[in-house]
């Protein structure tokens, strides 16, 4: 099945990861102390798609994703410690939910053309 879809299901993992933990930050924008994250989402493709000993499924994108994760700096940290920028999370969960929907549509595309090869219809 991935060959069917190439790169486009591992992306959609991935970008679903990224949402989690764009939301994971705007969840934690009060707490004192949290550090906003971000997942790169490129290196975390190339880190899922690299051919690696022992590592399948679900543990190569968890591997990935961790791989991939940083510490997002703050433009205005607060005097708690919290580096959260709701507005600038705000703005990166709607591009990203985007980029979701966007391979999604792809993946959705895909599948509708087997389906048609299969029924004829």
């Known amino acids: 099945m991935s060959d069917f879809l190439g ?15 764009l939301a994971s930050n705007l969840a934690n924008a009060d707490t004192p102390g949290f550090q906003a994250q971000d997942l790169d989402f490129t290196a975390a493709l190339q880190a ?21 994760l940083y510490a997002r700096p703050s433009a205005q940290p607060s005097l708690d410690g919290n580096t959260v920028d709701t507005a600038r999370e705000q703005a990166a969960f709607s591009q990203a939910a985007l980029e979701y929907r966007a391979s999604m549509a792809f993946v959705e595309s895909k599948v509708r053309t087997m389906l048609t090869a299969i029924t004829g219809q």
């Open 7 to 21: 790169i486009h299901g591992t992306a959609l993992i991935l970008r679903e990861q990224r949402l989690q933990v």
């Open 48 to 68: 899922a798609l690299a051919p690696t000993a022992g590592a399948a499924g679900e543990d190569r994108y968890q591997g990935a994703v961790g791989a991939a």
